[in-house]
């Protein structure tokens, strides 16, 4: 099993970006998908997950509004747009799943400043 996440960066407040979640070495079809975060000196926080069809999604209150979890199984890929990006969303991102143990990415690091 293994998750691999990228499209981290450096934006401006109000910026964009779209985060990407690469799996592979199991079928992504079959498991929810999570998106957290962590920011220096926190703990890490659930920010969005999405049921195996994608059919279903939930954000954390402080990004609903904001961030759109959406996947591509053919691909298998989950994404995190985030839109009107905040100082305050700036934290490494992980991606997760469950299968039959907790598997995490190496992180992408999104940093909102002027």
């Known amino acids: 099993v293994q998750l691999v996440e990228s499209g981290g960066g450096l934006v401006q407040p109000g910026g964009s970006l779209r985060l990407s979640c690469v799996a592979s070495?199991?079928?992504?079809?079959?498991?929810?998908i999570r998106w957290y975060r962590q920011a220096p000196g926190k703990e890490r926080e659930l920010v969005a997950s999405?049921?195996?069809?994608?059919?279903?999604?939930n954000l954390a209150d402080s990004v609903k509004g904001r961030f759109t979890i959406s996947r591509d199984n053919a691909k298998n890929t989950v994404y995190l747009q985030m839109n009107s990006l905040k100082p305050e969303d700036t934290a490494v991102y992980y991606c997760?799943?469950?299968?039959?143990?907790?598997?995490w990415g190496q992180g992408t690091q999104v940093t909102v400043s002027s």
């Open positions: 997760k799943v469950h299968v039959y143990n907790d598997y």
């Open positions: 070495g199991f079928t992504i079809s079959n498991y929810v």
């Open positions: 999405i049921s195996s069809g994608g059919s279903s999604t």
